[in-house]
C-alpha cells in the first residue's frame, strides 16, 4: 500500500467525530463501532484493554456526565500501510474537576473504503511529584 495523500483530512476528521460521540454520555456508545471486535487495542491511564466490546465496557463505565474539551493541535502522518497516526493535545474538564491538559494518539488502519481504530492511548498529562 501507499502513504494516503488525505491523511491529514481523514484525522482531522476522525478526531472531531470521535470526540462528538465520545462528549455526549448518550452517545458514547456508538464509539463501539470505530474500533474492530478482536485486535483493537486500547490504553486509558495505563490500563490496556483490548477489542471494541471491552473498550465500550469501559468508555461506558466512565461516570462524568460533563465535559469542557479544548483541542490544542490535531498532528496526524501517513503510515506506509495506509493506516493514519494521529496525536491529540488538548485541555479536558469533567464534571466540576479541574481541567488538565491531555494527550491522546490514536492510530488509523484502513479496511475496505473506511477505516478502524486499532490503537487509543489515552493520558492526563498529571505529574506525579510525591
Known amino acids: 500500500m501507499a502513504l ?4 491529514e483530512d481523514i484525522g482531522k476528521g476522525f478526531v472531531e467525530q470521535y470526540y462528538l460521540l ?12 470505530f474500533y474492530n ?5 486500547m490504553t486509558f491511564e495505563g490500563q490496556q484493554i483490548q477489542g471494541s466490546m471491552k473498550i465500550l ?17 490535531v498532528d496526524s502522518q501517513p ?3 495506509g493506516g493514519v497516526l494521529i ?8 464534571d466540576d ?17 473506511s477505516f478502524y481504530c486499532a490503537h487509543d492511548i489515552f493520558r492526563l498529562n498529571i505529574h506525579d511529584t510525591a
Not at 471486535?37 to 487495542?41: G, K, V
Not at 496525536?87 to 469533567?94: S, T
Not at 474537576?97 to 473504503?113: E, G, M, R, S, T
Open 4 to 7: 494516503n495523500p488525505q491523511y
Open 57 to 73: 465496557e469501559k468508555l461506558q463505565g466512565l461516570t462524568f456526565q460533563k465535559i469542557n474539551r479544548i483541542i490544542t493541535s
Open 37 to 41: 471486535a478482536e485486535t483493537s487495542f
Open 97 to 113: 474537576d479541574p481541567p488538565h491538559a491531555y494527550n491522546q494518539i490514536f492510530v488509523l488502519k484502513p479496511v475496505a473504503n
Open 22 to 33: 465520545f462528549d455526549n454520555p448518550n452517545s458514547r456508545s456508538g464509539l463501539v463501532n
Open 87 to 94: 496525536n491529540v493535545l488538548g485541555r479536558l474538564q469533567c
Open 79 to 81: 503510515m506506509f500501510d
